[in-house]
């Protein structure tokens, strides 16, 4: 069954209302349980860096999913395609612009303590992956925009001259961005999997780093998570940043 460019628009549609209300829902739960102004602080990432993750997580999932399910099924002689393709260069392009800002914010601003799987196995994955992810959506981003240029998509899709390629594959960049895509996809399982891992089994927070709310210094969170009765404390304990 070929789900259709609307039907999939509606499926997203309900998918973001849900994930809007859950989190309005879990920020209230837990705004109610701990009272705002009696909120401990928590090492967490930059506000800013929050917002980009989560676009960024919203935008390269619907761009992989929206290519496998349903443009890869329209023709290229169908105008359905054009806008289709229109819309998944545009965010293409945000998701670069995105992680070069990600970038910078990450380089700028000051980050929680490295996590741990308790596993030095676990710690290499886990921080080879990660890295891996930056790299991979970078790739897809900068393939996806020379594929465009290749192809001359920016006159068809935005200037309204010319008509689509026969196949996009007779291009060397199309295997190039579809093995991308490929990586991308499982890269992403695996750190979906490690943050369910932290999640269920050590139950240690790790997800609270990518969330609202206030921000203890770096230093302070290795005191806490190394505190030991008597332990002289660093000159900006409990410093929010």
Known sequence: MIVTPSTYMM??????VIAI???AAWYFVRRRRRGLATERASPKYHPLFVVIHWAVAFAVANLL?????????I??????????LRAHMYAGTLVFVLMLIRL????????????????????????TSHRLLYVLVLAQALS???????TGLPDVLILGRGTLPEDFWVFSIRS??????????????????????????????LLRRMSFGRRIAANEARNLEGKRPGATRPANAGQVV
């Open 65 to 73: 999913l929206r290519v496998a399910l349903i443009m890869r099924y």
């Open 21 to 23: 209300g859950a989190a």
């Open 144 to 150: 996806g925009l020379y594929m465009a240029v290749q």
């Open 176 to 205: 190039v961005h579809y093995l991308v895509s490929r990586l991308l996809m499982a890269t992403i399982a695996l750190h979906i999997t490690g943050a369910l891992y932290h999640t269920f089994i050590l139950k240690d927070g």
């Open 104 to 127: 910078l914010v990450r380089r700028k601003t000051q980050l929680p303590p490295r996590a741990t799987a308790r596993n030095r196995g676990l710690d290499w994955l886990a921080r």
């Open 11 to 16: 499926i997203e549609e309900v998918l973001a």
């Open 75 to 84: 023709p290229n002689s169908d105008p359905e395609k054009i806008d289709g």
